[in-house]
């Protein structure tokens, strides 16, 4: 489905950047918390209840709320719902800096995370509505390797920053950073109006939901940020087992995480260039990454690390870009707020629910037990993902382009 010649015409591909930085935000800001929790946790004496909570509550919020800042974006435009998602996000980091109070994280954690659910369906949105025909995939492509990015320096710089001036400052650079990608934003990202929806009941809701073609990109979503997380959470721990310590661990996990956000910019070329099939490249992704979960299990070491991030990291990298890409293509222009946002909560169940069932796994029986399980799993989505779907009719001849 192409977009409208009217928005193609004017926007050079620059104009998306404000829009890479928001995935950014709620990348970085996600992750550059989670990962210094644990600390947290320890230095207020709390359970590994708490942890767990304070963890899932920024998810818990997105996926409650995206589809329907989705929903709302359609309605008003996405624009508004972008800018007030950032300046939301900015005023919850804020205020915790302001309480001076550590007991109010998860308070604003969950600011954060209602805030991100806005700016974050809104943003991909945006994203396809500003796309010529034929560039999706590389728009995508760059949105998630703008994202990855955001989970490779989440850690790293959060963790510097506590270092330097505990909670209050990493706070204060999250409220910083998401005013400025707001201001950019504002002056970048022209305005896209909200196109007339035709009435659509609970039904027809369901329906659109409820296809193939929804249903087999989400699922591949889903299982490809399964992997993203398990690797990223238990990647340490096997790494641990074998006798390494967290400078190697580290280094597999920022690997993992680079290599998904540097494929995906040339994954997202070769589809725009017809040289990529979506299912069966969906499928591929699926089916790397399980492998690369299987070969942690297996190889020992350093080098089976390595390998296992690096595998993982090419197999989310080709899924990613492929899927957003392919329910843009699908979704009519006035429902893509929805869409995206509808699809973002597959992605958020895939985040939490891989780490939970290998952990269960692990807990009955071992480790690797868990990862194979899961590996399992993501073969099985693999055969459901790569039976033929609709081809979309994005990649047609565009002279602007």
Do not use: C
Request: charged share 10%; no cysteine; glycine share 14%.
């Amino acid at each position: 489905m192409s977009m409208p010649p009217a928005v193609q015409a004017v926007v050079p591909r620059a104009r998306l950047l404000p829009l890479y930085a928001a995935g950014f935000v709620t990348a970085f800001g996600a992750h550059s918390i989670a990962a210094s929790l644990g600390g947290y946790t320890r230095s207020e004496h709390s359970s590994l209840l708490t942890l767990g909570l304070l963890l899932a509550v920024y998810d818990g919020a997105e996926v409650l709320l995206k589809p329907a800042f989705g929903t709302l974006a359609d309605r008003i435009g996405p624009r508004p719902v972008l800018l007030g998602g950032l300046i939301a996000f900015a005023v919850a980091s804020a205020a915790f800096v302001l309480a001076g109070n550590p007991a109010l994280v998860g308070f604003a954690r969950f600011g954060q995370g209602a805030a991100a659910a806005a700016f974050s369906p809104a943003a991909g949105a945006m994203v396809a509505r500003l796309t010529r025909s034929g560039g999706l995939g590389r728009a995508f492509g760059g949105y998630g390797a703008w994202k990855g990015l955001g989970y490779t320096l989440g850690p790293l710089l959060g963790g510097a920053a506590i270092t330097m001036g505990g909670y209050n400052l990493l706070f204060a650079v999250l409220a910083v950073l998401a005013v400025v990608v707001a201001g950019w934003a504002a002056i970048a990202v022209p305005t896209v109006p909200a196109l007339p929806r035709p009435r659509q009941t609970v039904l027809d809701l369901a329906r659109r939901l409820g296809s193939a073609n929804f249903l087999r990109p989400t699922v591949a979503l889903a299982g490809a940020t399964a992997a993203l997380a398990v690797g990223i959470g238990f990647l340490p721990v096997i790494g641990a087992g074998h006798g390494l310590g967290p400078l190697a661990t580290g280094a597999a996990v920022s690997l993992l995480a680079a290599t998904a956000a540097l494929v995906q910019p040339r994954v997202g070329r070769a589809r725009d260039a017809g040289g990529l099939r979506d299912g069966a490249t969906m499928a591929t992704g699926l089916v790397l990454a399980g492998i690369g979960i299987a070969a942690a299990t297996v190889v020992p070491g350093i080098a089976g690390m390595m390998m296992a991030a690096f595998v993982i990291g090419a197999g989310t990298g080709l899924v990613t870009p492929i899927g957003f890409a392919y329910l843009a293509a699908t979704t009519a222009p006035e429902r893509l707020g929805q869409t995206m946002g509808a699809a973002e909560i597959g992605r958020e169940l895939g985040d939490a629910g891989g780490p939970l069932l290998v952990g269960a796994i692990a807990v009955a029986a071992t480790l690797n037990a868990g990862l194979l399980t899961l590996a399992a799993l993501l073969a099985l989505l693999a055969v459901l993902v790569a039976v033929a779907l609709t081809p979309p009719d994005d990649r047609k001849t565009d002279a602007a382009e």
